[in-house]
């Protein structure tokens, strides 16, 4: 016997409200979500050191935003609640970061020998351009990207209602 429209609305409804669990009858799959949280992060970096360079300052707050974004992705891919998706979130964001933080260091020394960004990364030491990276970071960059990390975090983590086990 087939439900009435009201019933299977309700039931589509449910089944669309509840996180996905490994039971689920319709896997999401991770490492799809994974890959896209990392892509996110490097595109998100990328796009901050562009900006920084733009504007002439490293706009560490930049890092909430990606933060905020790979929480999405992550949310997005099945990792909504879950502490997986939270240590995943801080590491994209540490990896945004980084990421940013050295193409900034690489500029800024390709600015002062007056080479191209692709040849100062090409001949240039990478221990060299973390060492300028870490100089460059203060005690502020640094807790600012730690409040990104979190926020990345709590963000994966956040449940809307309450869960029923």
């Known amino acids: 016997m087939i439900a009435p429209p009201a019933i299977r609305l309700a039931n589509l409804e449910r089944r669309m409200a509840a996180p996905s669990t490994a039971s689920d009858p319709r896997p999401r799959s991770r490492r799809i979500g994974v890959a896209t949280a990392l892509m996110t992060a490097l595109a998100g970096g990328a796009l901050w050191c562009l900006i920084a360079l733009y504007a002439r300052h ?5 890092s909430l935003p990606i933060a905020a974004a790979v929480a999405w992705a992550l949310r997005s891919h099945g990792y909504a609640g879950r502490w997986s998706g939270a240590v995943v979130a801080i590491a994209c964001v ?10 900034q260091a690489a500029a800024q020394v390709a600015s002062m020998l007056g080479l191209p960004l692709r040849a100062a990364l090409a001949q240039m030491d990478p221990h060299m351009a973390i060492d300028i990276a870490w100089a460059n970071l203060d005690v502020a960059g640094m807790t600012t990207i ?3 990390a979190i926020v990345a975090a709590v963000g994966v983590l956040w449940t809307l ?3 029923s086990r």
């Open 58 to 62: 490293d706009l560490i707050a930049l």
């Open 94 to 103: 540490a990896l945004a970061s980084a990421y940013s933080l050295y193409l």
């Open 146 to 148: 730690a409040v990104a």
């Open 161 to 163: 209602g309450r869960r």
